[in-house]
């Protein structure tokens, strides 16, 4: 199984400590941070640990932080899928937070070029996720579950270096909406996207999220483009999806607020590459002291990134998937000491070190998912990233004939398994 280095050696984040930048835009505020005062790679989450552990340690650092004379620190990063993985979160040395109209000119020049690419490779390949879909399908006839998310990896290598400023730079000229970020990891590698997705942010004492879930890619012309969206808006299965995101997240911040407004239909919302059903949820903490870093953890993973039952799906995931996620489907942002703060979902997003990329994209599949549509939706999503390298990934070919027989085979496979216990997992 791929896995994603999650931790790091002292002298990696002694490298890391002086020439560390991070950066997190939205339409509510924008932060650029410096230097590292302090990693925090303590795992959200542990077996045997209460989770208020882990936001004690993060308050311990902050207060650390202000003994040193930073005068207002914030806690910057990201962490993982699994919370239960160490989590790359920073003190910063020195932070500025400005506006999208006031960003710095570095920000605003955009490169014309970026380092070719010399290969670009799947995990899983297009035949393996079809068969994984195919696989979670049949495990919603036989148990409880009723969503899971199953994602893959693009893997692109380039002939030079690239420049993680650069990219940026024109990641964010494509991509002028959502949550933007560009985040050094306690492992030297850079975590750079522009999600549309946002899990939640905590300011003048009331909280916001705004799940998607069912998505459309779009199209070149206005009159398909108008098309594709409100066919979206009206899909029986994308609502489908949606409602299970809802309802869970609904259920999990009423225990958490003493107000919640959720509308009773999903709106649209379009990046440059897709549309999105769309919810936009507003509360009141009934504790008015959690931070918006602790609130966002109770959330965390959501349907959106999971599936529904959370658990179940989980574990589908880890049976199914053949790398771990790390970082990605994480969530991404930064909270101050006060609590404050905005954490987006990590997604359209890639892993960038020297002259290596990985991209992340995954897709929601509900007993009405189509595999071959499920490809082609995260074949869409990767676009975002894909875009901004500057690179044009040519439509996967008809199957052959092996790869036919194969699915046939799996397809049939499916077809015999035998009814389960409601609670368990079949792969």
């Known amino acids: 199984m791929l896995a994603f280095p999650s931790g790091a050696r002292k002298d990696e984040r002694d490298a890391n400590t002086e020439s560390a930048v991070f950066q997190f835009m939205s339409a509510h505020r924008c932060v650029r941070a410096t230097g590292v005062a302090e990693w925090i790679t303590m795992p959200a989450r542990a077996e045997g640990r209460e989770p208020a552990q882990f936001q ?9 932080a202000r003994s040193n004379g930073i005068a207002h620190p914030i806690v910057i990063g990201a962490l993982p899928f699994d919370l239960k993985q160490p989590v790359s979160l920073a003190i910063p040395q020195s932070y500025e937070f400005f506006t999208r109209e006031d960003q710095p000119a570095a920000v605003q020049s955009v490169p014309t070029a970026l380092p070719q690419a010399t290969y670009a490779r799947s995990v899983p390949e297009e035949i393996r996720f079809r068969q994984g879909v195919q696989q979670a399908i049949a495990n919603f006839h036989f148990s409880d579950i009723r969503k899971v998310v199953l994602s893959r990896l693009l893997e692109v ?35 750079i996207g522009a999600s549309p997705e946002l899990l939640l942010r905590k300011h003048a004492g ?98 959106a990134l999971c599936g529904y039952p959370t ?56 007993a009405a998912s189509c595999p071959e ?12 990233m894909l875009n901004a390298l500057g690179i044009e990934i040519q439509p996967t070919e008809k199957q052959s004939t092996a790869q036919q027989q194969t699915q046939q085979q799996t397809q049939q496979q499916t077809q015999q398994l035998q009814p389960q216990a409601a609670d368990e997992v079949l792969v």
């Open 56 to 64: 004690a340690h993060v308050q311990a650092a902050l207060e650390r």
């Open 157 to 191: 290598g380039l002939a030079e270096n690239i420049d993680p400023a650069q990219l940026f730079a024109r990641l964010l000229a494509q991509n002028p909406g959502g949550y933007q970020f560009r985040m050094r990891t306690a492992n030297g590698a850079e975590l």
């Open 206 to 303: 009331r909280i916001y999220s705004n799940p998607l879930a069912g998505s459309a890619r779009r199209q070149a012309t206005p009159a398909l483009d108008q098309q594709v969206s409100q066919d979206l808006l009206h899909s029986d299965k994308d609502l489908y999806e949606h409602s299970l995101v809802i309802e869970d997240l609904q259920r999990v911040m009423q225990t958490l607020c003493s107000e919640l407004t959720v509308p009773a239909t999903p709106s649209l919302i379009s990046t440059a590459s897709m549309w999105h059903l769309s919810t936009a949820i507003e509360g009141i903490p009934a504790d008015p002291a959690m931070s918006v870093l602790e609130l966002a953890c109770q959330l965390h993973p959501t349907p």
């Open 311 to 366: 658990q179940l799906a989980r574990k589908l995931i880890s049976l199914v998937e053949p790398f771990e996620r790390g970082l990605f489907g994480g969530m991404v942002g930064w909270c101050d000491a006060e609590g404050e703060g905005e954490w987006a979902v990590s997604i359209r997003c890639g892993l960038v070190r020297e002259k290596q990329i990985q991209l992340f994209a995954g897709a929601g599949i509900v």
């Open 373 to 384: 549509s499920e490809w082609a939706e995260t074949q869409a999503k990767l676009q975002t």
